[in-house]
């Protein structure tokens, strides 16, 4: 049973377009998102969060929305540049500080 | 700062040979975590620890062990390894909820 899902496998957007990655959840026990970023033979790195008592969370070109009446997130980036081309994890918890969930992942290719 | 690191880089092991997967951290951070990730699919949780002494299973934790001796290091012992632990393992660690990787150990077992 996926708790957290990414629906789309890939996604492909023009150099100064927005990206949009979407993700879906299941438990409503979840209470902290997190975005990860995955360049090829690298481990994940940490983008941003969003705690549920926000609806919107924001640093720089990333924009992360929540609604948590749809268990829905979403994550966008404007404008997207060819070096944001990597694999976007989202993942959750149910619990600050415990393990995260992740979901399957969306491959973003920005092109020039 | 180091960060988490993880040896070896790449691994080729022949089914019922054994390993272990090093996995250390110079943040001080109480948890760590290992994953593995399959093709196409997110990470999953193998086992986990929240502080030295202590460990935990996870969603995956079949075919594994680990031991967490100190704040630093957390291996992940593979016994009797078979083709379906063919995977890219990654370990992290946290003070919260926001995890930092390790570059990966890549494994294949043929």
């Known amino acids: 049973d996926q708790q957290v899902k990414q629906n789309s496998p890939s996604l492909s957007v023009q150099e100064g377009r927005i990206s949009i990655l979407n993700c879906d959840y299941t438990n409503s026990m979840f209470d902290y998102f997190l975005w990860y970023k995955k360049y090829p033979a690298e481990g994940p790195t940490f983008l941003i969060s969003?705690?549920?008592?926000?609806d919107k969370n924001e640093d720089g070109r990333f924009t992360v929305f929540l609604n948590k009446s749809a268990k829905h997130l979403s994550l966008h980036i404007v404008p997207s540049q060819p070096g944001d081309s990597a694999v976007y994890f989202c993942a959750a918890s149910a619990e600050y500080g415990n393990k995260l969930v992740f979901g399957a992942g969306t491959i973003l290719r920005v092109k020039s | 700062n180091a960060g988490v690191t993880q040896t070896p880089k790449f691994r080729i092991l022949k089914i019922g040979q054994s390993m272990t997967l090093q996995c250390a951290q110079d943040?001080?951070?109480?948890?760590m975590y290992w994953y593995r990730q399959d093709p196409g699919m997110g990470l999953k949780l193998i086992y986990y620890?929240?502080?030295?002494?202590?460990?935990d299973k996870g969603e995956v934790p079949n075919g594994y062990n680990v031991s967490r001796s100190t704040t630093e290091d957390f291996p992940l012992r593979l016994e009797l390894a078979a083709p379906s632990q063919t995977s890219v393992y990654f370990c992290?660690?946290?003070?919260?909820?926001?995890?930092?990787f390790g570059p990966g150990t890549r494994l294949t077992v043929t």
């Open positions: 943040m001080n951070h109480n948890y």
């Open positions: 620890s929240v502080g030295a002494g202590i460990t």
């Open positions: 992290a660690s946290s003070s919260g909820t926001k995890q930092y």
């Open positions: 969003i705690s549920s008592i926000k």
